[in-house]
């Protein structure tokens, strides 16, 4: 079945340590996004890229970055974590134009220590 | 800024109906999607409206109302596996479908 895969599921970090967390995908979708959750929020729309092209969003912090190398696989880089970025981590596909369904992958729970 | 309020929790009783509202006051608007989130797993698609109207597919429906910034997700016949966070979303015109999430309404189904 075609769809969004998070690895890991669950991801402890300690504080300041330098931590990645991957999506792939295989609905073939242009625009991939990442959003953080945390507990009892909305997602939080941290930045997207459609193709190659990335979007960052305005309030997304420095700490944060992003590598898409190809189409199906997209990276969340969190260069040095604090306790306040501990939080769900979810990637969305969506095929690419206005209006459309966004396909979530299961997420990462990223614990900071 | 974008705005976007939902109830906090809800309870229901099983076989009960269950109506959730949504309001929204965003800069520019294309259309509103509901999600469906269990906890510790990922949003998953109920609906989405573009129109005003009721969009029924199943147990839910969805109803917008773009003069009134104002939508409801309609859950008939609940089942105690729809004890979940109900997600509004609005998606807005313009840029790559970037979609606001309101906080979520978290509801209980009870026997």
């Not at chain 1, 300690?14 to 625009?31: A, D, M, W, Y």
């Not at chain 1, 969305?92 to 209006?99: D, F, K, L, M």
């Not at chain 2, 109900?86 to 979609?99: D, P």
Request: charged letters at 15%.
């Amino acid at each position: 079945d075609a769809m969004v895969i998070q690895n890991p599921r669950y991801q402890v970090t300690q504080f300041g340590k330098p931590v990645t967390l991957s999506c792939s995908q295989t609905l073939n979708h242009n625009v991939m996004y990442w959003y953080q959750q945390k507990s009892s929020q909305a997602p939080k729309l941290l930045f997207h890229y459609y193709d190659k092209d990335f979007n960052n969003e305005a309030d997304t912090p420095d700490n944060f970055q992003s590598r898409r190398p190809n189409t199906s696989f997209c990276f969340l880089d969190i260069r040095s974590p604090g306790l306040g970025d501990a939080a769900m981590y979810l990637c969305a596909t969506s095929p690419g134009g206005g209006g459309e369904t966004q396909y979530f992958g299961p997420g990462t729970r990223l614990l900071v220590l | 800024g974008q705005n976007i309020d939902q109830p906090t929790e809800m309870t229901a009783t099983e076989g009960a109906i269950v109506q959730i509202n949504c309001t929204y006051q965003t800069s520019g608007f294309n259309g509103l999607f509901w999600y469906q989130q269990h906890a510790g797993e990922a949003p998953t698609f109920l609906s989405y409206n573009v129109l005003d109207g009721l969009e029924e597919k199943g147990r839910f429906s969805s109803f917008l109302s773009r003069s009134k910034g104002y939508s409801y997700l309609l859950l008939k016949e609940l089942q105690m596996k729809d004890s979940a966070s109900y997600l509004c979303a609005v998606t807005l015109s313009g840029g790559y479908n970037k979609l606001i999430f309101g906080a979520g309404t978290r509801l209980a189904v009870h026997p």
